[in-house]
């Protein structure tokens, strides 16, 4: 096998598309004789033959190829915009979470102020400090 019939063989896209534009000038170059002419378009026809063979396979190689990259890169969209609604969802659970351990409902504190409005007042300095005390403990959860 000639070096020349490896290289279409093994040709990439680029050599194949070299080899077919240079067929196309040496055809329109050539000023052969009919015999020589005929031999020279056989020979041509085989080379054009396998440069088009080749580019067509690498074609549909990388139509191949783009379908799959196309199919995953949905697939990771989808598992992108999945991942984005838990994160969404986990900030949100966080923003309650940090919400409850850290203020006192309203209503809570309303029913503790009619608490201490029911306190008599009569009761000595220190008694009503000490229910005061222990009223925002309750209003905490508990002693701190």
């Known amino acids: 096998m000639s070096d020349k019939t490896r290289d279409i063989i093994v040709g990439s896209i680029e050599k194949d598309i070299e080899i077919v534009k240079s067929l196309i000038e040496d055809t329109k170059k050539s000023l052969i004789s009919n015999t020589e002419l005929s031999q020279y378009r056989k020979s041509n026809r085989t080379?054009?033959?396998?440069?088009?063979?080749?580019?067509?396979?690498?074609?549909?190689?990388q139509?191949?190829?783009n379908e799959e990259h196309?199919?995953?890169?949905?697939?990771?969209?989808?598992?992108?915009?999945a991942l984005e609604q838990e994160i969404e969802k986990i900030n949100k659970q966080l923003d309650l979470d940090y919400v409850e351990e850290n203020y006192i409902p309203t209503q809570v504190v309303i029913d503790k102020i009619e608490e201490l409005k029911k306190l008599k007042t009569a009761l000595p300095v220190e008694h009503l400090k000490?229910?005061?005390?222990?009223?925002l403990q309750e209003l905490l959860g508990g002693e701190r």
């Open 130 to 135: 000490e229910a005061q005390i222990k009223i």
């Open 70 to 81: 196309q199919k995953i890169n949905g697939e990771l969209r989808e598992r992108v915009k």
């Open 47 to 61: 080379i054009a033959y396998k440069a088009t063979e080749h580019l067509l396979s690498d074609y549909t190689r």
């Open 63 to 65: 139509k191949q190829i």
